[in-house]
């Protein structure tokens, strides 16, 4: 089964809004980094925003003011506000969950498609 589910991905016009959410199985271990890279067409992953589970947040620096990340961690879920969206923001985004401590491991949700266009 998969431990990380994303959704929230479509198509949106310029300046439109689309909130990504992420849950993580329980047996992710609960002290970790949660986030989101994208990937555009013939261009190399990015990390876009990142939070750890304390709520320490860092963005890419395109997406400061527009994107906002938050975690509840209640409910093993990161989400990915996105406002004031541009066609550059047009990518596939990924989940991305980092277990902190020794031994931590990496999982990757599946992605989903974002696409911003007249």
């Known amino acids: 089964q998969e431990q990380l589910v994303e959704t929230g991905g479509g198509l949106v016009h310029p300046g439109g809004s689309l909130r990504l959410s992420c849950t993580a199985s329980d047996s992710i271990f609960s002290a970790n980094a949660m986030g989101w890279f994208r990937q555009g067409p013939g261009k190399q992953r990015q990390l876009v925003a990142i939070?750890?589970?304390?709520?320490?947040?860092n963005y890419v620096d395109s997406v400061k003011g527009r994107f906002a990340i938050s975690r509840d961690n209640a409910k093993n879920t990161v989400y990915l506000q996105m406002n004031s969206l541009r066609p550059e923001d047009t990518a596939v985004y990924y989940c991305?969950?980092?277990?902190?401590?020794?031994?931590?491991?990496?999982?990757w949700g599946q992605g989903t498609q974002v696409t911003v266009a007249s």
């Open positions: 939070v750890t589970d304390s709520g320490a947040a």
């Open positions: 991305y969950v980092q277990e902190i401590g020794a031994g931590g491991r990496t999982y």
